[in-house]
């Protein structure tokens, strides 16, 4: 990890380009799964909630490996140089990557080892180990194995007529240590076995056998069963091993005729991605790793030894099977504004006045009553819609279905290349074609990643456009677990730009010229950049609050610094990587860094600036990254109506900059530092406040 660069003389003029002055992406990335394990360690964190935590940090870290690393193993194949301002290189980024890997790592099984199972046991919920098993247990278990896990087992005793299988990315697999000749005289020192994704992984023992909350893991049982597999073998070892691999999909879409018929023929191939991180159970002996390494191509850096189950994300399973609901966070009923528990339809309060929703504080369900009404309204002629991640199955496709059958205008932006989802995506833009929705699926080579609906409603003085413009998915159960800002307006500048821009999807001509949005790629890096110089040109008198996912665009960062030297005051809540480096004298010391980890998953992004006493504030889909800002379509809307802006500063801005229960403050050289000290039953949760808020002051749902 680099450190923070010395301070400057102070007659120099420090080089905004020095390497020295930011943090690695990556590193970051890796940082943020810090403070999500922290929670898992928490105890003043709900029991099944830091079991939660502690799944959440397995599934970040194998996206990570599966496209970070991933990308990075490639780069040091084909020999890459440095690509990112803080000019690590491949080679180094690697190591420091894997020995931070590797620190997250070992301290994930430490907390379950050491802390969660033993507090799990106490509240009668157990992980039985085999040698716990009681006779009756024992029984019912060899039952289980032959009815529902014997048959779809294949051993593979590994020889030239049985190579080695093809494993799938993160599947569970077994290496078996085999002693003895097979009926034809043969010896084959080990096997391969396994466990179809269709067995789950973690088995209830029946109440009657056990206690109320018992559970095994399959590895157990055919741990304990494989002598059925080799009969007249000696089993000399049972390891589990898991390969994540490389699951970004390669298309060229300039060189496709048809990206959803490309994207489907590519699919099945990513289980079987070039390999990038190898784990094994601590107990694998060290000539059953090389064998391992040696096939799957791996090196020293890409082997993880784990202290227990290779595959903690599983365990998240336990949480539906246990009915304890003092054991996780208490349940709240998204509010309502009282406008959206009015009799007319949601059209006549537009027209009176926009709609902001703060999620999931705030009920998505007048997002949903939009399009629904949108639907089955008889004046409304056309609906216009984005889709990045949703599900086929959701109220949102339902929707555009009725009103397609209904013989509406409908048209759907299909974002095929949402990472992980595009298979969900393929089906639902089959669904939707098949009722006559007008699909497309993007713009070649940039994803579309806003998130707008466009109605259009014929009335008396002609066709008005509604819309919706937010900061989150169209998914309905993120809704409820990510923070994110829904906008709903009939605003004239605002309407006639979204139009504009689903013109420019469909269309293909120039970028159009927008009244008040800004666009990625064309107008929101440069938008932004000159509302931050215009910041910078005020000296002290500037101020700027943002709060992003993600700050890593190194012209943006160079930007803040130079704020910073002017005297502006900044303040940023990043939630996961940031590469800006505060605190740094004569460079950014006027610049502070927080993250907040808690219950929800901080996810709006809202910009604000000072302007000299005229306050400018946009919400947006787009965090500060390149890919953001240059490679994608994105929408970042003005919020003009004084109010609504001083009700989004003062909730996702000021509250958040008041918490010292949930906050980590960053340092100069990447690290964070948990501004909670005690549990001070006094302490500020801005998530906490605001549930409180919503809780007194709106309907419910």
């Known amino acids: 990890?680099?450190?923070?660069?010395?301070?400057?003389?102070?007659?120099?003029?420090?080089?905004?380009?020095?390497?020295?002055?930011?943090?690695?992406?990556?590193?970051?990335?890796?940082?943020?799964?810090?403070?999500?394990?922290?929670?898992?360690?928490?105890?003043?964190?709900?029991?099944?909630?830091?079991?939660?935590?502690?799944?959440?940090?397995?599934?970040?870290?194998?996206?990570?490996?599966?496209?970070?690393?991933?990308?990075?193993?490639?780069?040091?194949?084909?020999?890459?140089?440095?690509?990112?301002?803080?000019?690590?290189?491949?080679?180094?980024?690697?190591?420091?990557?894997?020995?931070?890997?590797?620190?997250?790592?070992?301290?994930?099984?430490?907390?379950?080892?050491?802390?969660?199972?033993?507090?799990?046991?106490?509240?009668?919920?157990?992980?039985?180990?085999?040698?716990?098993?009681?006779?009756?247990?024992?029984?019912?278990?060899?039952?289980?194995?032959?009815?529902?896990?014997?048959?779809?087992l294949t051993p593979l005793s590994l020889d030239p007529a049985h190579p080695f299988p093809k494993v799938q990315n993160k599947g569970l697999n077994f290496a078996i240590a085999l002693e003895g000749q097979d009926a034809y005289g043969r010896h084959s020192p080990i096997a391969i076995v396994q466990a179809p994704r269709i067995l789950s992984r973690i088995i209830q023992i029946p109440t009657h056998l056990a206690g109320p909350h018992d559970f095994v893991f399959l590895s157990s049982i055919i741990h304990e069963h494989v002598q059925t597999l080799f009969p007249g073998l000696t089993i000399q070892g049972f390891y589990q091993f898991r390969v994540t691999r490389n699951s970004e999909l390669f298309v060229d879409e300039e060189e496709v005729d048809n990206l959803l018929d490309a994207l489907a023929d590519e699919l099945p191939m990513r289980p079987f991605g070039e390999a990038v991180r190898l784990e094994v159970a601590s107990n694998c002996p060290r000539e059953v790793i090389d064998y391992l390494l040696k096939h799957?191509?791996?090196?020293?850096?890409?082997?993880?030894?784990?202290?227990?189950?290779v595959n903690l994300s599983r365990l998240a399973a336990i949480i539906d099977m246990v009915p304890r609901h003092d054991l996780l966070f208490p349940p709240f009923v998204p509010g309502l504004p009282s406008v959206c528990t009015r009799p007319e339809n949601i059209f006549a309060q537009l027209r009176e006045a926009p709609?902001?929703?703060?999620?999931?504080?705030?009920?998505?369900?007048?997002?949903?009553?939009?399009?629904?009404?949108?639907a089955s309204d008889p004046q409304v002629i056309g609906i216009k819609q984005t889709l990045y991640r949703t599900t086929p199955d959701s109220p949102i496709i339902d929707a555009l279905i009725e009103a397609a059958m209904a013989g509406k205008q409908?048209?759907?932006?299909?974002?095929?290349?949402?990472?992980?989802?595009?298979?969900?995506?393929?089906?639902?833009?089959?669904?939707?074609?098949?009722?006559?929705?007008?699909?497309?699926?993007?713009?070649?080579?940039?994803?579309?990643?806003?998130k707008m609906i466009l109605v259009l409603r014929r009335e008396e003085d002609g066709i008005r456009l509604y819309g919706h413009l937010g900061t989150g998915n169209y998914h309905p159960r993120n809704a409820r677990i990510y923070t994110d800002l829904s906008?709903?307006?009939?605003?004239?500048?605002?309407?006639?730009?979204?139009?504009?821009?689903?013109?420019?999807?469909?269309g293909m001509g120039k970028?159009?010229?927008?009244?008040?949005?800004?666009?990625?790629?064309?107008?929101?890096?440069?938008?932004?950049?000159?509302?931050?110089?215009?910041?910078?040109?005020?000296?002290?008198?500037?101020?700027?609050?943002?709060?992003v996912n993600a700050l890593v665009e190194p012209d943006l960062i160079r930007a803040l610094y130079r704020a910073s030297q002017a005297g502006v005051e900044i303040d940023l809540v990043v939630r996961g990587a940031c590469a800006l480096r505060p605190g740094i004298p004569g460079v950014s010391e006027c610049i502070r860094v927080r993250s907040i980890v808690g219950r929800f998953l901080e996810h709006s992004r809202v910009y604000y600036f000072g302007n000299d006493g005229h306050p400018k504030l946009w919400i947006s889909s787009a965090d500060w990254m390149g890919r953001n800002l240059f490679r994608r379509l994105e929408v970042a809307v003005p919020i003009l109506d004084p109010d609504l802006r001083a009700?989004?500063?003062?909730?996702?801005?000021?509250?958040?900059?008041?918490?010292?229960?949930?906050?980590?403050?960053?340092?100069?050289?990447?690290?964070?530092?948990?501004?909670?000290?005690?549990?001070?039953?006094?302490?500020?949760?801005?998530?906490?406040?605001?549930?409180?808020?919503?809780n007194r002051s709106s309907h419910h749902a």
């Open 410 to 450: 409908v048209t759907a932006v299909v974002e095929l290349k949402a990472r992980f989802d595009e298979a969900n995506n393929i089906r639902m833009a089959e669904r939707l074609e098949e009722v006559g929705v007008q699909v497309v699926y993007g713009v070649v080579n940039h994803k579309v990643h806003a």
């Open 296 to 309: 799957f191509e791996l090196g020293e850096d890409n082997l993880y030894s784990l202290l227990g189950p």
């Open 647 to 694: 009700r989004i500063l003062k909730e996702t801005l000021q509250l958040y900059l008041e918490d010292d229960c949930n906050a980590w403050v960053m340092r100069a050289n990447g690290t964070y530092d948990f501004l909670r000290k005690t549990p001070d039953a006094a302490c500020k949760s801005a998530q906490d406040r605001l549930l409180e808020h919503y």
């Open 355 to 374: 709609i902001l929703l703060h999620h999931p504080y705030q009920s998505f369900n007048p997002v949903l009553d939009f399009l629904r009404q949108a």
């Open 511 to 547: 970028a159009p010229q927008l009244r008040c949005l800004l666009q990625s790629p064309f107008t929101m890096f440069s938008g932004i950049r000159d509302a931050i110089e215009a910041e910078t040109r005020l000296g002290v008198k500037g101020r700027i609050i943002a709060r």
């Open 1 to 152: 990890m680099n450190e923070a660069p010395a301070p400057q003389k102070a007659d120099a003029a420090p080089s905004l380009d020095n390497p020295d002055l930011y943090f690695n992406r990556d590193l970051s990335i890796l940082e943020f799964n810090r403070r999500v394990l922290a929670l898992a360690d928490d105890p003043h964190v709900p029991l099944l909630e830091r079991l939660r935590f502690l799944t959440i940090v397995s599934n970040n870290l194998d996206e990570f490996f599966e496209v970070r690393m991933a990308g990075l193993l490639q780069r040091r194949k084909f020999g890459a140089g440095p690509s990112g301002p803080d000019m690590l290189g491949p080679n180094l980024e690697i190591e420091a990557v894997a020995k931070m890997a590797h620190e997250i790592i070992s301290a994930q099984y430490r907390c379950l080892n050491q802390r969660l199972l033993p507090a799990l046991a106490k509240e009668g919920i157990r992980l039985l180990r085999r040698r716990e098993w009681q006779a009756a247990q024992r029984r019912w278990i060899s039952s289980y194995f032959q009815s529902e896990v014997l048959p779809l």
């Open 487 to 506: 906008l709903l307006t009939t605003h004239p500048d605002i309407t006639a730009d979204m139009n504009d821009l689903f013109m420019h999807i469909t």
